[in-house]
């Protein structure tokens, strides 16, 4: 199944694993080590991960790293920042429309005195 940067971010253990390790890379025993779920789980959301490019595994001796990669988060911020257009157009059109509203309705005030 081709997995894409949404999915990987719609859990909340994977961005919480996201967040870990953009700071610094770490070992799979110390993500696992910061969660109250099992081993196995951990490696699920890892390989999730993995598959969309958020994370990248190296090996060092013995142990495996995980290292982030968060340029595919681009993807995301692209996204978002169309909704962030359009919502500001539409909010910067009702505050037109406010602020007018405001203006007509003191005009009649001080017509009526």
């Keep these: 199944m081709r997995r894409d940067v949404f999915q990987a971010i719609a859990d909340p ?23 109250d779920v099992s081993r196995p789980a951990i490696s699920k959301h890892i ?3 993995t598959e969309c490019g958020l994370i990248i595994i190296k090996q ?4 495996r790293y995980c290292e982030a990669n ?5 993807e995301v911020s ?17 505050e037109l429309f406010l602020v007018k509203d405001n203006s007509s309705k003191n005009k009649r005030k001080q017509s009526k005195k």
Excluded at 20 to 25: E, L, P
Excluded at 70 to 74: I, Q, S, V, Y
């Design 13 to 35: 253990t994977r961005r919480e694993i996201i967040n870990m390790i953009a700071h610094k890379s770490l070992s799979l025993n110390s993500v696992a080590e910061n969660f």
């Design 47 to 49: 390989k999730i991960l």
């Design 60 to 63: 060092q001796g013995r142990e």
């Design 70 to 74: 968060l340029n595919t988060l681009g």
């Design 78 to 94: 692209d996204w978002v920042s169309q909704f962030k257009i359009f919502w500001t157009n539409k909010l910067d059109a009702l």
